[in-house]
Each structure stands twice: as C-alpha cells, then as structure tokens.
C-alpha cells in the first residue's frame, strides 16, 4: 500500500498545520505494518509569476496558481493507493485525485461560520460563497477526518455531510508540554523566574495567561472584561497579571484595557519562537484562560493541562470535548462566570490539585502515536475496499 500525504504548502501558511503533517509524517511509516510506504509531495508557488507581475500583486497570484493549477497538476500525476489531502484549505485537491481512494482532514469551519455572523469576525466577502465549493470538494472523498466531533457534528448540521462519511482523529500533544522541563524542579524554577523578571511581573503575583492569534473568535474582550471584576474579586487584585502570548491586541482591545483601568497589568509577550518556550511560560502561570467562541481543536488547553497548569475555558464548540472533566468550562461570553471560574482556580487549593492531576491525565491520551494509528486505521478501509 502506497499512500501520498498531500499537506497545506501554498496560500495558508500555518504553524498548526506543519506540525499535523510532519507529526504524520514520521509516526506513520513507524507504525504501519511491512508493505506500506508513505510519501508526501512537495508544492510551493509559481515563482515564474512573481518575475512576470511585480509586487505583492505576483506573490499573490504566484500562490494562487501554485495551489489551483501547479498543485492539483502534480497531484494527478501521482500514483497512490490512498491520497491524504490534510487540510480543508487545499480541498480542491480533492478533484484532481481518485475520490474513492482519497482521504481529507477537516480542521474547523470557522471562516464559514464567520461569513453567516455566527462568530463575530471578518471575513472574506465570497467566503459564504466558497467554503460551501470546498465542502462539496470534500464529500469526493471516500472519507473526512475531522479534529473533533464538534466539527463533525457542524459539518453534518449545516452541509448535510453523512455522519458516516466522517471520522473523528485527534490530534496528538509535543512532548515537551510536561510538568517538569529536562533538569526537574530547578530548572523550572530558573524558567518562571526568568519570564517574571523579562515581563516586570513580581514574584508573588498570579499570573493569568491567554494565547491568541489575529482572529477575533478568541474572545479576548470577554477576558479583559473578566480580569477586571476578578481584581475586584480577589482580595489581592493588584497582584493578578494577564500574560497574553501571540498575537497583538487589536486596537479597539487596547483602547478596552485603559478604558478598563488594567494597563499596567497587562503584558503582551509576543510570539514563543518554540514549544519549550511556550511550556515554560504555561509553567509559569498560575492558570490559563481560553474563552474561545469557537475552536475546532484547541491545543493551548492540551498543553497547559500537560504542563500541570489549571484551565478555565469556554464551553464552546470542541472544548468540553477536548478538555473533558479536567478543567474549568463557563459560557463563551458570560464575564462574571469567567471570573469566578478564573478566582476559583487561583485561590482554590484543593481543586487546583484536582484540576493538575486530572489534566495531566486528560492530555496524555492526545498522543501523536494514537493520531497516527487512527489515521492508518481510516487507511486500511480503503485499502480493503479498493484491493
């Protein structure tokens, strides 16, 4: 059995995603039984345009004539047994290649959701249009892998998809994200010291700490509204510190923090180059905050839970899923439940814990290895199918 992966290489450059398929990538040829192979293609844009248009103008058209001419090219000019197309993104894909042998993972559907106002952020203004082209791009294929079954169950509810047709696979966790850096105790220790002393932030301070990217459905103005009755919450409000890491706040976000009195207990850190950096900051905080409105996955709660770091999330969309009876869920944009969900978790010290050793346990069943042996699983069904 041949199978060809097929990853989000042109027009959606995204960390989440190489790390899906490099983690398939190598997991898969160490699990797979004598008599498979595994090959990913390599596609990027059509540099030819970027010398013919100047500008941002031939980058873009380079990219898109990579992903819709360039890529689907190639990918009909290979031979497999199974195609494993791994993000929606590229789903056009799916038209170049053997829908019956043909594998496709769908990560979320939030620019969709987005284009009908069911969450509230921008987006594309014939997106309503084409994602809808994409999912019938999807259901070509002989299966559809989603991250979690709240995706499946969205995919099924407004496109009719047969439940049937898809697969829930979850995604798996780096080993990084554990309680304990290599070198134990001190070494963390030295870590937490080190980010308190870069971000001005006091040693015996709580540390409430949010990641975000550039997209409004990680609901940063619910927790910036939080934060400010949960200083008036706890008895120690001068001491409680929203450590952000990501992206920037949008500027409506920042004129929210003055307008809120919190300025100068707000730190942005910026982007974590690597995950051992971000693990040390999860090990740093004193709980995570990630009220998303949506998440078709959610790894920040994953890897704070592995890191032995109290949750306190939304229960939207896949998170109760993902984080199970292991963190602390409120409703997405109920304030004073985030609040008091986020001064139980830090004053608490009972369930804090309780949280710490059920969500260790929670996040170690997200295993790269598991990932893979359900991916192959999936595999295996067309392969008997089309032998």
Known sequence: ??????????????????????????????????????????????????SLIPGSQGEKWASRAGRFVKYPRIAAQTVADVYHVLDHSHANLANAVPGEKTVITCHDIIPYLAAIGKIPMASGRLTKYTFPQRVRSMRRCRYILTDSDSTKQDLHHYFQVPLEQMQTVYLGLNPQFTRFPEGGEAVQESQT????????????????FHI???????????????????????????????LRAGGAFFPDEEDLIAELGIRERVVHAGRIPDDAGLAAYYRASDVLAFPSLYEGFGWPPLEAMA????????????????????????????VSALAHALYTALTDEALRRTLRAKGMAQSALFTWE?????????YRRIGENTV
């Not at 609901?219 to 510190?241: C, F, I, M, Q, Y």
């Not at 306190?312 to 998170?319: H, R, W, Y």
């Open 1 to 50: 059995m041949k199978v060809v992966l097929l990853p989000n290489l042109v027009g959606f450059p995204a960390v989440s995603m190489e790390r899906y398929a490099n983690e398939l990538f190598e997991q898969l040829p160490r699990i797979a039984p004598s008599g498979w192979s595994f090959d990913r293609i390599v596609c990027g844009a059509e540099e030819r345009l970027v």
């Open 193 to 208: 010291q080190a980010i308190r002393a870069k971000h001005g932030i006091p040693p015996e301070a709580k540390i409430i």
């Open 307 to 334: 890191c032995g770091t109290p949750v306190v999330t939304s229960n939207a969309a896949s998170l109760p899923e993902v984080v199970g009876d292991a963190g602390l869920t409120v409703p997405p944009t109920d």
């Open 370 to 378: 598991n990932c893979a042996k359900n991916t192959l699983a999936v």
């Open 212 to 242: 975000a990217g550039t997209l409004r459905y990680k609901n940063t103005p619910t927790l910036l509204k939080a934060v400010r009755e949960l200083r008036e919450l706890h008895t120690s409000g001068n001491d409680l510190w929203l």
